[in-house]
């Protein structure tokens, strides 16, 4: 049976990690800087506009927001890294918040590492992927904002990114626009893929 990615309802927030669900369906992670877009791919793949609230604020999410999509799965969106505008104390307990939810034994079948197709890689970034090859955890790296470019600097960038990343095989990163959709039935496949569905 295909997951039914409409039936995608907000679930709740959690603070700390006895917060989180406790039921054992799979989590899909989505992670990556503040402001990169991961409220925007979760709506994208509700096919809601709204069931995440997206800011032009980076850092607005300040816990880990879980959705539950078809009773099978969860989407999971943790607090942005990089500049959030929070002190610089608050920066670090959303970092530990995120820290001790990845490492913890939580359900975790994917996790989409989001980088803005625009922006090049920082120290964050490269910290974060290193964790992801260590880890264990099944992972794919998604690309977004790629309507701010045309097909042709899109794919420059993708390989780029690749490089940069030393990344053997760049049609890896998935391209993907919240404005064009473009990618969303991609993702929505490794989603399926990753749960056994």
């Given amino acids: 049976m295909a997951i039914q990615f409409q ?14 669900p406790q039921d054992g369906r799979p989590e899909i992670v989505m992670s990556g800087r503040s402001n990169v877009g991961k409220s925007s791919l979760v709506n994208a793949l509700a096919g809601q506009r709204k069931i995440a609230r997206t800011s032009q604020v980076p850092g607005k999410t300040r816990q880990i927001i879980f959705f539950e999509v078809d009773r099978a799965l969860y989407l999971v969106d943790l607090p942005g890294y990089g500049h ?24 975790i079948a994917l996790i989409f590492l989001l980088l803005d197709i625009r922006i090049d890689p920082n120290a964050n970034d490269r910290q974060m992927l290193e964790w992801l090859e260590q880890s264990g955890h099944p992972w794919r790296i998604v690309l977004t904002k790629a309507d701010k470019l045309s097909r042709s600097a899109a794919l420059t960038r993708q390989k780029a990114i690749a490089a940069a990343l030393d990344l053997a095989d760049a049609a890896e990163l998935v391209l993907f626009s919240s404005k064009t959709k473009a990618g969303t039935d991609t993702i929505r496949a490794l989603i399926e893929a990753a749960i056994g569905h």
């Fill in 7 to 20: 039936n995608t309802v907000f679930s709740g927030v959690a603070a700390r990690l006895d917060q989180c």
């Fill in 84 to 107: 959030a505008v929070v002190s610089h104390d608050k920066r670090e307990a959303f970092a530990q918040l995120a820290d001790s939810y990845l490492t913890s034994r939580r359900p």
